[in-house]
């Protein structure tokens, strides 16, 4: 598992939300960067493994998705994957910001609805892929739930646990392989990664509102940045990885929300 409220609107199909309890958060140092929301632009090259813009723009949220339903950022977003080789876009998935079962939108490879039972078990109810995405592997147990996508070098995870009333849920992206561009960390940040031979270079760091930069690992080969966001009863992450693999970058998006689910 990879390692401030916003009022999200209500998913359809979602089923039971549940009021939370305060849970203890894990304290982190944090780095607070300049405030710039963003997403990044789609890649003009339609081909199998487009050229990505190294610069972003200020997101267009226009409210005209359904709650729940996987919106896309380019025209071929939610179909070939190729959007998706910038990163997950604030307007993309979730919805976030709240911890819940019912619907959940991931990224723009499709849904997942599961609910929480009376005893504390988890019930998968749903799961769709949109065009252009295959459902490559599905798990599912009294305590866990774990759904996987697929289109061309893009991946998601879907994971869903519960633990003593504890929720942990976590939507993780792999691109493999990636191109040097400024990809979408979610709500959270925008940040520049490109390999330069046989090392990475971090660019710009661009810090959504509410969010706080918790953690910076950066070698020649390997580089980490956590971002975190506090809520009432519950916290939530967006991590961007980077590696070099023999000369060919990859490059993981992952975003986790976790709490205290009260029936």
């Known amino acids: 598992m990879v390692k401030g409220q916003t009022d999200c609107p209500t998913s359809r199909g979602v089923i039971g939300m549940r009021r939370l309890t305060a849970l203890a958060l894990i ?41 729940g339903t996987a919106t896309a950022t380019s025209d071929d977003a939610a179909g070939t994957g190729e959007g998706a080789l910038l990163g997950t876009p604030a307007d993309v998935g979730g919805p976030y910001g709240e911890l819940r079962d019912g619907v959940w939108a991931i990224g723009p490879a499709g849904e997942v609805e599961f609910r929480v039972t009376a005893t504390d078990s988890l019930e998968l109810v749903d799961v769709r892929a949109n065009d252009g995405w295959t459902i490559t592997g599905q798990e599912v147990e009294s305590d866990k739930i774990d759904v996987d996508f697929r289109s061309g070098p893009v991946t998601f995870d879907f994971e869903v646990e519960i633990d003593d009333g504890v929720l942990e849920l976590e939507i993780d992206q792999d691109i493999k392989p990636a191109q040097s561009g400024t990809f979408a960390v979610g709500e959270a940040a925008t940040v520049a990664v490109s390999g330069d031979g046989d090392r990475l270079v971090l660019g710009d760091v661009n810090l959504a509102d509410g969010w706080s930069e918790t953690s910076r690992e950066v070698d020649d080969d390997d580089l980490e940045l956590d971002f975190r966001r506090d809520g009432d009863g519950f916290f939530e992450l967006w991590e961007i990885h980077a590696d070099l693999d023999d000369g060919q970058l990859e490059i993981q998006v992952d975003y986790e929300i976790e709490g205290r689910f009260v029936q």
């Not at 304290?27 to 710039?36: E, S």
């Not at 990505?52 to 709650?67: F, H, I, M, R, S």
């Open 27 to 67: 304290p982190g140092t944090a780095l607070i960067l300049a405030a710039c929301g963003g997403s990044a632009d789609a890649p003009a090259d339609t081909g199998p493994n487009p050229t990505l813009t190294t610069t972003t723009e200020a997101a267009t949220d226009t409210g005209t998705a359904e709650p």
